[in-house]
């Protein structure tokens, strides 16, 4: 790796908020960016609807990447990565996912081969407590056991793929559900180890 190593993050919600700790934590050898709000787009307006610094589903990840390449490519020497919480959205009446999970490990198979020559660090999906996200009036629903299935599919994906698999659900799941604030999201101590905790492992993988 090179004396400076430069990391972009592409990620859901979940990235937005412990971003500002990994880039905190990370060594002084280490730049930190990320995809952002851009042209008055705001990413905490809504987080259940991505956009701007929000990368969303698998579908809109490989988009953004796609058209860096073409119009402003990525300067990174590690990617780290993470969709899905997006992609297992399911609608209330058909029940249909957002994105299926066929597609979804197309998606990520492109993405993987987007991401070349860079090295890939892959933040597997945190976790969803059904009786906790499901609640009525909600405008559609997450169950954990689409998050263990789209898991499951990524790690097979990113294992060949050679990625650094950082396993952000396991360590997110000692702090539920006490951890989240809301349906899905996690309070501000526990976006902070978040954050430290990646920053760990990025900083064990990639430095001399």
């Known amino acids: 790796m090179p004396e400076l190593i430069r990391v972009f993050v592409i990620g859901d919600s979940i990235s937005i908020q412990y971003g500002p700790y990994l880039e905190r934590y990370l060594p002084e050898n280490f730049t930190y960016a990320r995809k952002i709000d851009a042209g008055g787009e705001k990413a905490e307006a809504n987080l259940d609807i991505p956009t701007g610094a929000n990368g969303g589903d698998s579908r809109m990840v490989l988009e953004y990447m796609r058209q860096r390449r073409q119009h402003a490519p990525i300067v990174a020497d590690v990617l780290v990565l993470n969709c899905g919480l997006h992609d297992i959205k399911t609608d209330l009446i058909t029940g249909d996912k957002q994105v299926a999970i066929g597609e979804y490990e197309g998606n990520l198979r492109a993405i993987v081969a987007e991401s070349k020559p860079r090295h890939i660090v892959w933040v ?85």
Not at 138 to 160: E, G, P, Q
């Open 124 to 208: 597997r999906t945190t976790p969803v407590i059904d009786a906790i996200h499901n609640q009525p009036g909600a405008s559609f629903h997450r169950h954990a056991s689409d998050v263990y299935a789209y898991n499951k599919v990524a790690d097979l994906v990113m294992t060949k793929a050679e990625a650094t698999i950082v396993d952000l659900h396991s360590f997110s799941k000692k702090f539920s559900p006490e951890g989240f604030c809301d349906h899905v999201h996690f309070k501000e101590e526990i976006r902070a180890l978040q954050g430290a905790f990646l920053a760990g492992i990025l900083s064990g993988n990639f430095s001399d």
